[in-house]
């Protein structure tokens, strides 16, 4: 009923930066909150930052400073800056949105996308 596609993954070096971009489309009322999360082998998905319809913002501790969530003025793209990359920042990025769908506009629905890999190496 929602796609999400990512996109702006890739490999670069310590220090380099990537743009994430992550767009949803289909039977969408609403988006309330977006988020980015991400996941290595055999750890758990962590969040890396949210925004919400009204603009609040949250960031794990790891990444503050270096990274930016952003939504464009439609509401339904959620953007990460990423700057000053490390190699602990290297795993799957996955975007998440929280939907109220046009069929089922009494309740929020969680979608993800396929995830998008980020590599920090030298």
């Known amino acids: 009923q929602v796609q999400l596609v990512e996109s702006g993954g890739g490999s670069v070096q310590p220090g380099g930066s990537l743009l994430l971009s992550c767009q949803a489309s289909g039977r969408i009322f609403r988006i309330d909150a977006m988020a980015w999360y991400r996941q290595v082998p055999g750890k758990q998905r962590e969040l890396v930052a949210s925004?919400?319809?009204?603009?609040?913002?949250n960031y794990t501790s790891s990444v503050k400073g270096r990274f930016t969530i952003s939504r464009d003025s439609a509401g339904n793209t959620v953007y990460l800056q990423m700057i000053a990359l490390k190699p602990g920042d290297t795993a799957v990025y996955y975007c998440n949105a929280d939907v109220v769908l046009v069929t089922r506009k009494d309740r929020r629905s969680d979608f993800w996308g396929p995830g998008t890999h980020v590599t920090v190496s030298s």
């Open positions: 925004i919400t319809r009204g603009g609040d913002i």
